[in-house]
């Protein structure tokens, strides 16, 4: 009976909750647990509302929480993250300096008559720092490889500062501004030709120096002009080497004498578009302090005319280049006493070299492939010291064709005409891939 | 040796001609090259040229162009420095060209 009575009040309890509940909810709703239709038309917009607010929230979050799209840290909410603009990569990753890497890369194969057929190769990085709009660092290593394993030049190492819209100016080590084609045109992503010309590179002329400049550029009428004045230690007179006495060595970074060397190139665009003529010279004692000599002055000169220029009348872009330099040494005797076994020697110490390049590429015509193409052709010659020690006169006609990869991206083939004056001929084919960055 | 010259003055002077008659052409045609007016945009230099006339002039003169889009404007800003540098453009030209470079992408 007991047992029946406990299960009685099992089954009650539940109802008597039930009906205590229901009471206690018609308490609450003074309507009787209904709701009118504008209050379900009000919860209705008050849900969507919500719903479209959380889907926002939700969308923010999935980007936020992307890594490479959200370089901040994570903030305290996702609300405080809807608030802020996110900041770029550009701007957070690079602060108030700026640095970027150019240069070139390229591969070169040599087949030379009596010479080994070879192929080189070299990384050229040019590393730019931009400390302010108005201060930067610039410098260039050569990376290449040589019968000992990898050589290792600096280029240049140099520290500009923009005085003005005109005016430029530098100190450490820098390219030779007397020399127009070692400035622009060396770089082997801009020569067009997988070797450099005779007399303006590794010839008579001076490639990289360590000094001071001030250069700029500035309108002139109608014409715009471009100079760069230097001083710099200045080259060194070989005096002792038999097979170069009499001859400068541009590689003159110690400097042997407290002389400097004054040098420059002025430049001027003329009234039709593309079109640069220039004069660069250099002149310095560089004879050794304290010898016979240190009064000994040299001389160098160098015209070059440029021109570049888009042509509808033959379909595609014409490219001349051209440059020829004199050097002149003042007279000197060299190994007087002929102790070092060549002398004594005396002779006119005058060189003189250069070259006329031309290019076309035909950008404007209708098929695609051949606007890829560009035809090179170069003369270049270097005539030495008569009656001097040292390289013999040379001539060569280069025939070239490019394929352009890209900008700055080139497959060059090219054929040369090598004539050292009295020798037998030392022509040449030569293939370079490079790649400009 | 003079032979062998003589031969080859004609592979000479073939392409000397050849760009001569181009640069003829192109200087009688140059005066259809349009000038904007000096007040034109705040992206002219000297000579009124735009920045894009400058971009090419400058830069085409010695090395093939590259397009805006390769480089960020955080990388064009030391580009151009270092060309302003080598190849003495001056500042007015250097903002102009700098701004075409940017607005381009």
Redesign the interface.
């Given at each position: 009976m007991k047992k029946i009575f406990h299960h009685f009040i099992a089954h009650l309890m539940p109802v008597l909750v039930f009906f205590v509940l229901c009471g206690s909810v018609d308490a609450q709703d003074p309507d009787g647990g209904y709701v009118s239709r504008k209050e379900y038309e009000e919860l209705k917009q008050q849900m969507l509302a919500l719903k479209k607010e959380l889907e926002s929230i939700k969308k923010e979050k999935t980007v936020a929480a992307q890594p490479a799209a959200s370089p901040v840290p994570p903030a305290a909410g996702p609300s405080k993250q809807i608030a802020e603009p996110i900041p770029s990569l550009?701007d957070l990753a690079?602060g108030t300096t700026?640095?970027?890497i150019?240069g070139y890369a390229e591969s070169t194969f040599e087949a030379q008559n009596r010479s080994i057929s070879s192929f080189e190769a070299s990384f050229n990085p040019?590393f730019?720092?931009?400390l302010t709009?108005k201060l930067?660092f610039?410098s260039q290593i050569e990376l290449s490889l040589g019968e000992g394993g990898t050589d290792v030049e600096l280029e240049f190492a140099q520290m500009?500062y923009?005085l003005?819209?005109?005016i430029?100016l530098?100190v450490g080590e820098f390219l030779a501004p007397s020399n127009v084609f070692v400035?622009?045109?060396q770089?082997l992503?801009?020569n067009k030709l997988p070797d450099r010309p005779l007399a303006v590179y590794d010839g008579i002329l001076p490639e990289k120096i360590v000094g001071a400049e001030i250069?700029?550029?500035?309108?002139l009428g109608?014409l715009?002009a471009?100079?760069?004045f230097y001083v710099s230690n200045g080259p060194k007179l070989i005096t002792d080497d038999p097979s170069a006495a009499g001859m400068l060595d541009w590689d003159n970074f110690a400097d042997n004498n407290d002389d400097k060397a004054v040098g420059g190139r002025v430049?001027l665009f003329l009234p039709?578009?593309?079109l640069?003529a220039g004069y660069g010279f250099e002149t310095a004692k560089p004879g050794d302090q304290g010898t016979p000599f240190a009064h000994v002055r040299s001389w160098l000169h160098s015209v070059d005319l440029?021109?570049?220029?888009d042509?509808?009348?033959?379909k595609g872009?014409?490219d001349?280049h051209a440059q020829y330099a004199w050097t002149r040494v003042d007279h000197a005797v060299f190994d007087p006493t002929g102790a070092l076994g060549f002398g004594p020697l005396s002779f006119s110490n005058k060189r003189d070299g250069g070259y006329?390049q031309?290019a076309?590429r035909p950008t404007k015509v209708d098929v695609d492939f051949l606007k890829n193409f560009e035809a090179i052709?170069r003369?270049d010659h270097l005539n030495h010291a008569p009656g001097g020690p040292g390289a013999i006169d040379e001539e060569r006609?280069t025939i070239g064709l490019d394929y352009?990869v890209g900008?700055?991206t080139a497959l060059k083939l090219a054929y040369e005409?090598d004539?050292p004056?009295g020798q037998p001929n030392t022509n040449a084919f030569l293939a370079q891939a490079v790649m400009?960055f | 040796m003079s032979s062998k010259l003589n031969r080859r003055y004609p592979a000479l002077i073939a392409p000397v001609l050849f760009a001569i008659a181009g640069f003829c052409w192109e200087a009688l045609a140059e005066p259809k090259r349009s000038i904007k007016p000096e007040n034109e945009s705040s992206g002219t230099a000297d000579m009124q040229l735009s920045g894009e006339e400058l971009w090419t002039m400058n830069c085409q003169r010695c090395h093939n162009i590259r397009p805006p889009t390769m480089y960020s404007n955080a990388q064009w800003d030391v580009i151009v420095h270092h060309m302003r540098v080598r190849a003495n453009i001056t500042g007015q030209e250097q903002r102009a060209i700098v701004e075409f470079l940017k607005s381009s992408k």
């Amino acid at each position: 009976m007991k047992k029946i009575f406990h299960h009685f009040i099992a089954h009650l309890m539940p109802v008597l909750v039930f009906f205590v509940l229901c009471g206690s909810v018609d308490a609450q709703d003074p309507d009787g647990g209904y709701v009118s239709r504008k209050e379900y038309e009000e919860l209705k917009q008050q849900m969507l509302a919500l719903k479209k607010e959380l889907e926002s929230i939700k969308k923010e979050k999935t980007v936020a929480a992307q890594p490479a799209a959200s370089p901040v840290p994570p903030a305290a909410g996702p609300s405080k993250q809807i608030a802020e603009p996110i900041p770029s990569l550009e701007d957070l990753a690079l602060g108030t300096t700026k640095f970027h890497i150019a240069g070139y890369a390229e591969s070169t194969f040599e087949a030379q008559n009596r010479s080994i057929s070879s192929f080189e190769a070299s990384f050229n990085p040019i590393f730019l720092w931009e400390l302010t709009p108005k201060l930067l660092f610039e410098s260039q290593i050569e990376l290449s490889l040589g019968e000992g394993g990898t050589d290792v030049e600096l280029e240049f190492a140099q520290m500009t500062y923009l005085l003005n819209d005109y005016i430029t100016l530098g100190v450490g080590e820098f390219l030779a501004p007397s020399n127009v084609f070692v400035e622009r045109f060396q770089a082997l992503w801009i020569n067009k030709l997988p070797d450099r010309p005779l007399a303006v590179y590794d010839g008579i002329l001076p490639e990289k120096i360590v000094g001071a400049e001030i250069r700029g550029g500035f309108p002139l009428g109608p014409l715009r002009a471009n100079y760069a004045f230097y001083v710099s230690n200045g080259p060194k007179l070989i005096t002792d080497d038999p097979s170069a006495a009499g001859m400068l060595d541009w590689d003159n970074f110690a400097d042997n004498n407290d002389d400097k060397a004054v040098g420059g190139r002025v430049g001027l665009f003329l009234p039709v578009a593309g079109l640069e003529a220039g004069y660069g010279f250099e002149t310095a004692k560089p004879g050794d302090q304290g010898t016979p000599f240190a009064h000994v002055r040299s001389w160098l000169h160098s015209v070059d005319l440029n021109f570049t220029r888009d042509c509808d009348f033959l379909k595609g872009r014409i490219d001349l280049h051209a440059q020829y330099a004199w050097t002149r040494v003042d007279h000197a005797v060299f190994d007087p006493t002929g102790a070092l076994g060549f002398g004594p020697l005396s002779f006119s110490n005058k060189r003189d070299g250069g070259y006329a390049q031309i290019a076309y590429r035909p950008t404007k015509v209708d098929v695609d492939f051949l606007k890829n193409f560009e035809a090179i052709f170069r003369w270049d010659h270097l005539n030495h010291a008569p009656g001097g020690p040292g390289a013999i006169d040379e001539e060569r006609w280069t025939i070239g064709l490019d394929y352009w990869v890209g900008p700055s991206t080139a497959l060059k083939l090219a054929y040369e005409w090598d004539n050292p004056h009295g020798q037998p001929n030392t022509n040449a084919f030569l293939a370079q891939a490079v790649m400009g960055f | 040796m003079s032979s062998k010259l003589n031969r080859r003055y004609p592979a000479l002077i073939a392409p000397v001609l050849f760009a001569i008659a181009g640069f003829c052409w192109e200087a009688l045609a140059e005066p259809k090259r349009s000038i904007k007016p000096e007040n034109e945009s705040s992206g002219t230099a000297d000579m009124q040229l735009s920045g894009e006339e400058l971009w090419t002039m400058n830069c085409q003169r010695c090395h093939n162009i590259r397009p805006p889009t390769m480089y960020s404007n955080a990388q064009w800003d030391v580009i151009v420095h270092h060309m302003r540098v080598r190849a003495n453009i001056t500042g007015q030209e250097q903002r102009a060209i700098v701004e075409f470079l940017k607005s381009s992408k």
